[in-house]
């Protein structure tokens, strides 16, 4: 009998099989797909020689994240690429806030108006960075603060929505780039704790960048399944599993899914029926003719290029796709071009370009033509460069990944209560009704990207129940 199955192969399943294999405990991990990955995949979505990222493509989290950092990922691969900016906000003008590694670069790109509020706000914070990302990212009780003070001054800070922080700041460069800060997990600006979200990202930025994987984002989940081999893990892909009695015996069994899946899965019945998922992304893959024609500087060197041109636009259309039920006619978009660090994901003198809008739940349209016209007005002549598109809408999404309900890719609203405390109020998130089952994907705290951290706390979880049954 093994002590461990996993199911599903994304960061975090991957994550929990490697953290309970290191602790000399047997494992395996059941995929779906032919190839492991969940959201961080890589694939010619295109033409041959352009290797586009389907879901995830910048790391802040990753990067940042105590499990990764933790673990000899590099041995197996894995190699961040920083770009020369972290993040670029540009506007219609030709000018752009800046999301750099310096703080003072950063602060001098929102105008003198903010520049002192800005550094206000994320100095007291930032040398304490690295204590802060591991209480931060381990709550609930998985573990206990290292640094309480510090966590609960962040939290004063944060814990109320983000519009109330935004009100340190007088100019609109200040607020349209952390109201892109925010809206990367699809949390409405008003929404309880969203002040955290921004102020997270941004200090990540400040720690150690927002970078690419070397190759994409298939080599750090490649990274993850290497390292569980030669632990004596093993992986078995094309292996859908409908209900616990297709998995070999085992002590525990730890799911990398939705909730709804889970409880589909171990015949949970309607333990999850309380959680809710939020709006979907409509996704285009581009292979373009040349780099991406920013009308903003800033914009050319930047790895993640935000575009929103005001803080109220922003808002706008996350409201469209999050309560209204429709797909904004100026998307907010969240883009990424590898290229300007790692131009070998395509052929020489071509880029792939990743971007992606808000759109409803099961949304079943096409927001193309809004997408490029939002690029055409900070990037005039984009269309010109384009050779090839992949889109993919919530329909699509969810068929490639099943963690991805209606096209969630966080796997579950950012909104409420539900921002710290998912799948459900419980002081155990990660366990479920069933003693020997156990959920780890980004639908348990701390919530959605590519860090592993989920996947680390509830082998926790696991491994403390595992050595009681021992003794």
Same mark, same amino acid.
């Not at 990922?73 to 770009?83: A, F, I, S, T, V």
């Not at 984002?217 to 081999?229: E, H, V």
């Not at 050779?387 to 990944?401: C, D, Q, W, Y």
């Given at each position: 009998m093994?002590?461990?199955?996993?199911?599903?192969?994304?960061?975090?399943g991957?994550?929990?099989?490697?953290?309970?294999?290191?602790r000399?405990?047997?494992?395996a991990?059941f995929?779906?797909?032919d190839?492991?990955?969940?959201?961080a995949?890589?694939?010619?979505l295109?033409l041959?020689g352009?290797?586009?990222?389907?879901?995830?493509?910048a790391?802040?989290?990753?990067?940042?994240?105590?499990?990764?950092?933790?673990?000899p990922?590099?041995?197996?691969?894995?190699?961040?690429?920083?770009?020369e900016?972290?993040?670029?906000?540009?506007?219609? #003008?030709g000018?752009?806030a800046?999301?750099s590694?310096?703080?003072?670069?950063?602060?001098?790109?929102?105008?003198?108006?903010?520049?002192?509020?800005y550094?206000?706000?994320?100095e007291?914070?930032?040398?304490?960075?690295?204590?802060?990302?591991? #209480?931060?990212?381990? /709550?609930p009780l998985t573990?206990?603060?290292?640094?309480?003070?510090?966590?609960a001054?962040f939290g /004063?800070?944060?814990?109320?929505p983000?519009t109330?922080l935004?009100r340190r700041?007088?100019?609109?460069?200040a607020?349209?780039?952390?109201?892109?800060?925010?809206?990367?997990?699809?949390?409405?600006?008003?929404?309880f704790?969203?002040?955290?979200?921004?102020l997270?990202?941004?200090?990540?930025?400040?720690?150690?960048g927002?970078?690419?994987?070397?190759?994409g984002?298939?080599?750090?989940?490649?990274?993850?399944?290497?390292?569980?081999?030669d632990l004596?893990?093993?992986?078995?892909?094309?292996?859908e599993v409908?209900?616990?009695?297709?998995?070999?015996?085992?002590?525990?069994y730890?799911?990398?899914?939705?909730p709804?899946?889970?409880?589909?899965?171990?015949? /949970?019945?309607?333990?999850?029926?309380?959680?809710?998922?939020?709006?979907?992304v409509?996704?285009?893959?581009?292979?373009?003719?040349?780099?991406v024609?920013?009308t903003?500087p800033?914009?050319?060197?930047a790895?993640?290029?935000?575009?929103?041109?005001?803080?109220a636009?922003?808002?706008t259309?996350?409201?469209?796709?999050?309560?209204?039920?429709?797909?904004?006619?100026k998307?907010?978009m969240?883009?990424v071009?590898?290229?300007?660090?790692?131009? #070998?994901?395509?052929p020489?003198?071509?880029q792939?370009f990743?971007?992606y809008g808000?759109?409803p739940?099961?949304? #079943?349209?096409d927001?193309?033509?809004a997408?490029?016209?939002?690029?055409?007005r900070f990037a005039?002549?984009?269309?010109d460069r384009v050779?090839?598109?992949?889109?993919?809408?919530?329909?699509?999404?969810?068929?490639?990944?099943a963690?991805?309900?209606?096209?969630?890719?966080g796997?579950?609203?950012?909104?409420?209560?539900?921002?710290?405390?998912?799948?459900?109020?419980?002081?155990?998130?990660?366990?479920?009704?069933?003693?020997a089952v156990?959920?780890?994907?980004?639908?348990?705290?701390?919530?959605?990207?590519?860090?592993?951290?989920?996947?680390?706390?509830?082998?926790k979880a696991?491994w403390?129940?595992?050595?009681q049954?021992?003794?």
């Open positions: 093994l002590d461990v199955v996993v199911v599903g192969a994304g960061p975090n991957l994550t929990a099989a490697v953290e309970l294999a290191r000399g405990f047997s494992v991990v995929e779906a797909r190839t492991v990955g969940g959201g995949r890589t694939e010619e295109t041959p352009f290797r586009h990222d389907p879901c995830s493509a790391h802040p989290l990753g990067i940042n994240s105590p499990a990764f950092r933790a673990l990922l590099e041995r197996y691969g894995l190699e961040w690429l920083q770009p900016l972290p993040m670029a906000h540009p506007f219609t #003008d000018t752009a800046v999301l590694r310096s703080v003072a670069e950063t602060a001098a790109s929102f105008g003198a108006r903010d520049a002192g509020a550094r206000r706000l994320v007291p914070f930032l040398p304490k960075w690295d204590t802060l990302a591991r #209480d931060f990212m381990s /709550l573990a206990l603060p290292r640094d309480p003070v510090t966590l001054r /004063l800070v944060g814990l109320p983000s109330w935004m700041f007088r100019d609109e460069r607020k349209a780039l952390f109201s892109g800060l925010v809206a990367h997990v699809m949390a409405p600006l008003s929404g704790a969203t002040g955290a979200i921004g997270v990202f941004a200090l990540a930025a400040h720690a150690r927002w970078p690419v994987a070397r190759g984002s298939q080599s750090i989940s490649d990274a993850l399944a290497a390292y569980l081999k004596g893990g093993t992986v078995h892909t094309d292996y409908k209900r616990l009695d297709d998995l070999p015996p085992a002590r525990a730890v799911f990398d899914t939705s709804t899946a889970l409880a589909r899965i171990a015949g /949970l019945g309607r333990y999850y029926d309380g959680y809710r998922y939020g709006p979907g409509f996704k285009v893959d581009y292979a373009l003719d040349g780099p024609p920013w903003a800033e914009a050319r060197v790895g993640t290029v935000q575009i929103g041109a005001s803080s636009e922003i808002g259309a996350l409201r469209a796709a999050s309560r209204e039920g429709r797909a904004p006619d998307p907010f969240i883009t071009q590898p290229g300007v660090v790692d131009p #070998d994901r395509a020489e003198g071509k792939v990743w971007a808000h759109v739940s099961g949304w #079943d349209g927001l193309t033509d997408l490029e016209r939002q690029l055409e005039p002549g984009f269309r050779l090839a598109r992949a889109t993919a809408g919530p329909p699509e999404l969810a068929s490639r990944n963690n991805y309900v209606g096209g969630d890719i796997s579950g609203a950012v909104t409420g209560l539900q921002i710290l405390l998912r799948p459900k109020l419980s002081l155990s998130p990660y366990g479920t009704p069933h003693p156990f959920i780890c994907s980004s639908a348990t705290p701390p919530g959605p990207g590519v860090h592993g951290m989920s996947g680390h706390n509830a082998a696991v403390r129940q595992l050595r049954q021992q003794t």
